[in-house]
């Protein structure tokens, strides 16, 4: 446990390099289960989650080895009961059910926790597993799912839900003949998925439409891969240069993932330069206000929604954010509040008046992109604040501190 000391009021400027995303490392780490030998992951974030999502495999009887972004696992031997305590701490360990169901026929998860920022039924992944011929047993906190083999379905989705589409697609890849995800989530990292799967001899195509089609195999092997971008980071930085009035450089990323998000910041009035693996951003002499919705990609990304809200504080006139993804994801303006943020949030929708001149203050972040957006404002900040709840930031974000630090920030780590 610890906190961040924030001198804000610093223009940032520079060059920053993104790590990979943590919503794919995850679920790389997670379909490896599915194989068989040892796999090499490169480009893999070192944050909180990937430890935590090591400590299940290696609970389930995997080999991990990590360091330097190089994670190394050994899925020759392979139990079925996940530790409870692990997974309570982050929602992404559910998605062992897709591949421990078509590895062993059997497993034992306990429901997942994670940020609270919403309901995030587990009815869809539970209902596709059914269809493919599991029985599902809910005993407490705990689901129990059993399958002697899974056979292929064709499923259709209510809702584009990114974890069901992961945990189907992976547990189709060893079921009788063929499955069809309809309303598929169409997000870069499922394209990550397909092809590490597909690396690994599965059979996938459609990864990134809204039909994914998968012909069951009997085995797969292992594969060497390296983990895509991940562009909510890359976006968390580029609204750092912004909020503080300057300028600077997001390199290896995939530009067009960070579409939503530069058309936004180019309706704001910032520059914006698209090179091949980079993306840059100039602060105007002033921000203009905006509307957006949240939405499944390829719509604005609800994992920019707080770090966007940050940005309008300084926005001249009233901006407007609607999210459309989670029901709970406002709990954090109540801390820019301390600030001085001018923010009304509602059932639904975000509304701010800016530009407001900030101030710093004792903060806590309470999940982690709402961390995120805390530490854009603290930068944006005259004086000094104090984020506690860094845990929380630590699970997206690598060494966060340092890395503004290298940009021209002023921030510090006090370990309680």
Known sequence: MGKFLVEGRRTLCGRVSINGAKNSALKLMVAALLGQGSFKLKNVPSITDVETMAGVLRALGVHVHFASGHLQLDVSSVQGQTPEALVKSMRASVQVMG????????????????????????????????????????????????????????????????????????????????????????????????????????????????????????????????????????????LAFLITGGSGTVEGVVPEHLTPLLDLLESMGAGVEIGEREVSVVSPA?????????????????????????????????????????????GYTLELSKLGARIRPNTSAVIVEGATPLYGANLVAGDLRGGAALMLGALAAEGQSTIC??????????AMEKRLEDLGAKVSRVVD
């Open 389 to 398: 709840g860094v845990e929380h930031i630590d699970r997206g974000y690598e």
């Open 99 to 238: 591949p421990l169901l078509a590895r062993l026929g059997r497993v034992e998860v306990a429901r997942p926790g994670g940020c609270n920022i919403g309901s995030r039924p587990l009815d869809i992944h539970l209902a596709g597993f059914e269809q493919m011929g599991a029985t599902i047993e809910v005993r407490g906190d705990t689901f129990v799912a059993r399958a002697p083999r899974l056979h292929g379905a064709d499923i259709t989705f209510r809702y584009p839900s990114v974890g069901a589409t992961e945990n189907i697609m992976m547990a189709a890849t060893m079921a009788k003949g063929e499955t069809i995800i309809r309303n598929a989530a169409r997000e870069p990292e499922i394209i990550d998925i397909q092809d590490f799967l597909n690396g690994m001899g599965a059979k996938i195509k459609g990864a990134g439409t809204p039909v994914i089609t998968i012909q069951g195999v009997t085995e797969l092997g292992a594969t060497d891969f390296s983990v895509v971008p991940d562009r909510i980071e890359a976006g968390t930085y580029l």
């Open 286 to 330: 002033h921000l203009e206000p905006f509307k957006v919705a949240t939405g499944p990609y390829p719509g604005f990304p609800t994992d920019m929604q707080p770090q966007v809200v940050a940005l309008a504080t300084q926005a001249r006139g009233r901006s407007v954010l609607t999210e459309a993804v989670f029901d709970r994801r406002f």
